[in-house]
């Protein structure tokens, strides 16, 4: 039995960087989804080449940040160039036949080919905000998956309803698991995700014993969590999100997430040993 710790967000800020190579070399996180166009995408490709432990995959971008192609318009209305949409204004778009699926399609195959023209061979596809997983956005990334290779598409979130989480997160996973069961063809062999409902330093040793418990029969689980070091930087950037970046790492360091782990009896991979273990 399996479980990938992921870092997600890797690229969009030196801190974001630091706290996932942090989580790397001193704890169980074993594989990071990197943003093409991330402010310190760079940074995150260096930090990677020292760690070659660290399986990489694609965190593909279609809101809030720029677009790496300057002069695509991937939402009818929203000049070349412009910073992407929020969420919920995608997810309208997407609504009211507003989306370049051909413009969404090459921006994503953008975000692919850098990170391999880095030299970097990735293991898995997901997308920021989840949004690969938007009504009509699946395909897209399936068929890219498929294109570059890609093994490992995320496509399956397991979190459980819980109040505990809070009405508006909950809210939001019912949202997304109708998303999946409406839009996401099912693949037995795919790798169920956690970490949704407790994103952003909300996870506790108590909730990821749960929700392993929750999963016993899968031989693979993802949990996705959101490591890094809340410097000037990133809280400017990112502070918004209220996020606590840093629970993150000390979860993926601590001690007892060890324990927890050896409890469920799951061994910490990454998304490239994934195949071989599942064999």
């Known amino acids: 039995m399996f479980v990938i710790v992921n870092g997600d967000d890797f690229g969009l800020s030196r801190g974001i960087n630091l706290g996932i190579a942090r989580a790397h070399d001193r704890g169980v996180l074993a594989s990071a989804s990197l943003v093409a166009g991330g ?140 998303f999946i069961r409406g839009f996401v063809p099912r693949q037995p062999r795919a790798v169920p995700c956690v970490g949704f409902s407790r994103a952003g330093g909300r996870m506790t040793h108590r909730d990821l014993e749960r929700l392993l418990s929750g999963l016993s029969r899968h031989p693979v689980v993802e949990v996705m969590l959101h490591p890094g070091l809340a410097d000037e930087e990133t809280r400017n950037l990112y502070g918004a999100w209220g996020y606590a970046w840093e629970n993150d790492v000390n979860l993926a360091t601590s001690l007892e997430t060890r324990r927890v782990l050896a409890a469920a009896g799951r061994r910490p991979v990454g998304f490239g040993e994934v195949d071989m273990v599942e064999k």
């Open 39 to 178: 402010r310190a995408f760079d940074h995150a490709v260096e930090l990677a080449r020292d760690r070659p432990g660290l399986s990489l995959g694609v965190h593909l971008v279609l809101t809030d940040e720029a677009p790496l192609l300057p002069d695509a318009a991937l939402v009818r209305g929203v000049p070349p160039g412009a910073s992407l949409p929020g969420r919920n204004a995608l997810f309208a778009s997407l609504l009211a036949g507003r989306a370049d699926f051909l413009a969404i399609r090459a921006e994503w195959r953008a975000q692919i080919s850098r990170i391999a023209e880095a030299g970097i061979a990735p293991t898995h596809l997901d997308g920021h905000q989840f949004v690969h997983l938007f009504p009509g956005l699946f395909p897209v990334c399936l068929d890219l998956a498929r294109e570059f290779s890609i093994p490992h598409v995320r496509r399956k979130v397991a979190d459980p309803f819980s109040w505990g989480t809070g009405f508006p997160r909950l809210a939001q996973l019912a949202v997304l698991k109708g």
